[in-house]
């Protein structure tokens, strides 16, 4: 079951995104050594970035696609593309996708066990 508290979604942030990417190579690199090539595309696209000027000697090539150079803190557009996009199918379908998100965020932030670990299986 996924730990949803606090405590545990504190490590969820770029830094520890990069550690995780540096032991995994690390570790994999003990029995299985590179070379490596870290990809990534928009957010995942700046962490390629990130980690190669962080982590230079980790990875012999990084590959970043439209990777994220101006992040905005707060960013409250990020949902606009897919908005209009599947508003072109009509007015419900945004609705609908806006229905999930909050009762998938409802769940998480005030179900129970059983309803967290239940969106957490269907995600995965």
């Given at each position: 079951m996924p730990d949803f508290t606090v405590?545990?979604?504190?490590?969820?942030?770029?830094?520890?995104?990069?550690?995780?990417?540096?032991?995994?190579i690390e570790e994999t690199n003990?029995?299985?050594?590179?070379?490596?090539?870290?990809?990534?595309?928009?957010?995942?696209?700046?962490?390629?970035?990130w980690f190669k000027n962080v982590y230079p000697k980790h990875a012999d090539v990084a590959w970043s696609s439209s990777g994220v150079i101006n992040p905005i803190e707060n960013f409250k557009?990020?949902?606009?593309d897919i908005f209009l996009s599947t508003n072109k199918s009509g007015a419900?379908?945004?609705?609908?996708?806006?229905?999930?998100t909050a009762d998938?965020?409802?769940?998480?932030?005030?179900?129970?066990?059983i309803e967290k670990l239940a969106v957490?299986?269907?995600i995965t």
């Open positions: 405590e545990s979604l504190k490590w969820l942030n770029t830094s520890q995104a990069l550690a995780d990417v540096a032991h995994f003990k029995t299985n050594p590179g070379p490596w090539i870290v990809v990534g595309g928009s957010y995942p696209g700046a962490l390629v970035g557009m990020f949902d606009t419900k379908c945004p609705k609908t996708i806006a229905l999930l998938i965020e409802r769940k998480l932030m005030f179900g129970n066990s957490y299986n269907e």
